[in-house]
């Protein structure tokens, strides 16, 4: 059971490159989210899930976008990347809108 | 609009001494509220979770409690010990219908504790 598992690890990326991040949970979760956290600010909602097939818009969710194919899988994609997206990508799962959030380690971006 | 704030930012202290954490949110309307744990370059890992109805939570050597209409929450942790060292988040899931999907986070207290 590996919980939630993100890829890549870190990356680097050029200013305008696009690139995915793949999120899967083993958990048969309904719920999936997508974070990223800087320095200072805490974590804050990219984009969210509430089932396979379905996506929604949290609270900073420009310049990015994601799909949930499948219900184990929720991608975040950049599609031109720039520097104000330097940032650590969280996803996170939960069985349920109230219930507990199971994160996944990070992915470390940084756009030159 | 919600905010959560966390208060030190930073806090070292020596091993065996109880401490607490602190953390405060503007709107009281919660659906409940979550104590998070943060390892350098690691996830976030959840530790309590106090529901809007509950007065606090206990897991071990930690304990969280919740004052709804003043907007607080602590997290307490007894004997603290190095391997306590890390950085803890409180955040506030939103109630309702648009927003009731959505974690608050603080920005963290980074805890050393020195052996």
Redesign the interface.
Known sequence: NAG?TQTPKFRVLKTGQSMTLLCAQDMNHE?M?WYRQDP??????IH?S?GEGTT?K??VPDGYNVSRLKKQNFLLGLESAAPSQTSVY?C?SSRG??????????TRLLVL | KQEVTQIPAALSVPEGENLVLNCSFTDSAIYNLQWFRQDPGKGLTSLLLIQSSQREQTSGRLNASLDKSSGRSTLYIAASQPGDSATYLCAVRQWGMDSSYKLIFGSGTRLLVRP
């Open positions: 939630v719920y989210y200072g600010m805490g974590l804050r909602l969210y509430v929604a949290g609270e969280f996170a809108p109230g219930e507990t959030q199971y994160f996944g380690p990070g």
